[in-house]
Every structure is written in structure tokens, then in C-alpha cells.
């Protein structure tokens, strides 16, 4: 599978964002998919997850109630609705795919940048 993420930009602070990230092939809706990112000098922290069929979906704490996370099984696309952001979002932006009922991850999109002014 490969995952190509779009959407980042810049945007004030309370605006919103939408990420989307694309992937090949026909197995998409076999892999639950993530969003992950990384803020400079920072570690990469997960964000959110949803199930293969969209059915279960889970956040960081530091997200819930502003970001969603859905997908499209029939465009092989799973998205990230951001919005109330804050300066803190700021970071690179990964899309990713794993297995169903574990937390691994097998493939990386290659990030999106998201800048959040205050």
C-alpha cells in the first residue's frame, strides 16, 4: 500500500484544516489507517484511528472533540477533519496503515505540513 497525504497548510488559530490521504491498491479497506504527527524537536505521537470499516474510531486526548478522523473505502481514502486549531497542532502530518486489532502500522505516507498561527 501507498499512502499519499495532502491538505496541509497554513491557518490561523480556531480555523480548520482537512488532511486527506490517498492509497493505492485494492486492500485498502483490509488495513485499519492512522494519523500520526510530529512537531519540531518532538517525538511522532499518534492522533487518531479508525477501523477498517470506519466503525471504531479513536483519539489522543489532546485532539477529541476538534479532529475527526474518517474514511472513503470506495476512494481509498481516510481523512482528518481539524478543527479549533491551536498553535500546538503544529506539526508534520502522517497518514498510515496497520493491520485490524493491533496498534502496529505497516505502511507511511510521507507527510503533510500544518501550520497553525496564533
Known amino acids: 500500500v501507498q499512502l499519499q497525504a495532502s491538505g496541509g497548510g497554513l491557518e490561523q488559530a480556531g480555523g480548520s484544516l482537512r488532511l486527506s490521504c490517498a492509497a493505492s491498491?485494492?486492500?485498502?479497506?483490509?488495513?485499519?489507517m492512522g494519523w500520526f504527527r510530529q512537531a519540531p524537536g518532538k517525538e511522532r505521537e499518534f492522533v487518531a484511528r479508525i477501523s477498517r470499516r470506519g466503525s471504531s474510531t479513536y483519539y489522543a486526548d489532546s485532539v477529541k472533540g476538534r479532529f475527526t478522523i474518517s474514511r472513503d473505502n470506495a476512494k481509498n481514502t481516510v481523512y482528518l477533519q481539524m478543527n479549533s486549531l491551536k498553535p500546538e497542532d503544529t506539526a508534520v502530518y502522517y497518514c498510515?496503515?496497520?493491520?485490524?486489532?493491533?496498534?502496529?502500522?505497516?505502511?507511511w505516507g510521507q507527510g503533510t505540513l500544518v501550520t497553525v498561527s496564533s
Open positions: 491498491g485494492r486492500t485498502f479497506s483490509s488495513y485499519a
Open positions: 498510515a496503515a496497520g493491520p485490524p486489532m493491533t496498534a502496529e502500522y505497516e505502511f
